[in-house]
């Protein structure tokens, strides 16, 4: 398969960051094991997540609420068509574990199952030319025609069995290059990020359950982006690669904080006041000071090191705070979300 991507140099930092988190996930997970006895509470409220965002991205108008209803089997008042999608999502999520990420009947079968009643040609390879169109018309991309559909997504996932790539690598670009292709006629941005998710998941099982949809939810106009940039020219999804590792990097912040808040039961009330007043004190910082550091912030707000760096961590998966470079020599942007 030819290359589709160049290698960054700040690839390898940004991925022994994440293994790095990927020890202070497990010990959350732990601590909440030790508090309530077991996680699967934790794990599924972090899937609720990742299906909501995953649903609402593609416009789903049913709330986190809503949401979580539906897959519990409380009647929900909404229309038909998102309670099914929640319904399908939640049936292909529950499959990640039978999967195999290069087999292209296990990809038919997800596909099936997240669509299933919504569009024609559920389970199976457009038969259509189709095309990513922009709010105000204009044409983004156009899709592989139909009839190499078939061989185009076979080499991908050879190339993605045999490839020795890192797996946050590999996993963000067989997400970008099942956009590119487009295999399906709808369902094309779920199945991206939900094999994505497979592919890291068989990696290491945690990635199963960490909410890296919510991460792409708060930050669509970032993922659109680099899905854009990533088509100008050549085809080069190094961008897209570039925003993927950012997302799945707060995308564990933000299963931390979720471990660390339910294990609290922390309720909205006085201290979501005051914690969002210190959030907006570090965002008028950084906006002030973009290269300002946690131990500067943490002298600034009169707090330890630790806590500015965990309100950090909050901000930047809600997506308003922004990490451009790295840690050494990096800057700090907010975003207006």
């Keep these: 398969m030819n290359s589709f991507y160049t ?25 909440f094991r030790e508090q309530n006895g ?3 509470r934790l794990r599924r409220l972090n899937r609720i997540m990742s299906i909501h965002a995953s649903a609402a991205i593609e416009g789903n108008r049913l709330t986190l609420s809503q949401v979580t209803d539906v897959i519990n089997g409380v009647p929900v008042w909404g229309p038909p068509k998102d309670i099914k999608e929640v319904q399908n999502a939640w049936q292909a999520y529950n499959g990640l574990d039978g999967y195999d990420p290069w087999n292209i009947e296990d990809l038919l079968k997800a596909h099936s199952l997240m669509t299933s009643e919504l569009i024609g040609e559920s389970g199976a390879f457009r038969s259509v030319d189709v095309a990513v169109v922009r709010g105000d018309g204009v044409v983004l ?10 061989y185009l997504v076979a080499e991908l996932l050879d190339w993605g069995r045999e490839s020795l ?7 963000s670009a ?20 939900l094999w994505q998710t497979l592919v890291l998941s068989k990696w290491n099982p945690l990635f199963a359950w960490t909410p890296i949809e919510t991460l792409v939810y708060y930050n669509q106009a970032l993922y659109y982006n680099a899905l854009q ?3 100008s ?43 969002d007043g210190i959030k907006e004190q570090i965002l008028d910082a950084v906006k002030k000071f973009p290269t300002i550091t946690a131990k500067q ?41």
């Design 141 to 150: 991309h156009r899709g592989a025609a139909p009839a190499s559909v078939p």
């Design 7 to 31: 290698e960054s140099p700040l690839w390898h930092e940004k991925i022994g960051d994440i293994h790095a988190l990927l020890e202070r996930v497990k010990i959350s997970e732990e601590r």
């Design 229 to 231: 940039d990533s088509h």
């Design 165 to 171: 790539t890192h797996p946050l690598i590999k996993s």
């Design 233 to 275: 020219g050549e085809v080069d999804c190094r961008p897209f690669i570039d925003s993927m590792l950012d997302m799945i990097e707060n995308s564990m912040y933000k299963y931390i904080d979720t471990a660390t808040e339910t294990i609290t039961d922390t309720g909205v009330g006085i201290n979501d006041g005051i914690n």
């Design 297 to 337: 912030l943490a002298e600034q707000l009169q707090c330890s090191p630790r806590t500015a760096e965990r309100y950090i961590a909050e901000l930047k998966a809600s997506g308003k705070l922004l990490r451009i470079g790295s840690n050494k020599s990096g800057h700090w942007e907010v975003r207006n979300y």
């Design 174 to 193: 067989v997400h970008f290059m099942l956009e590119h292709i487009h295999p399906f006629r709808d369902g094309n941005g779920r199945i991206g990020r």
């Design 38 to 40: 077991d996680v699967l």
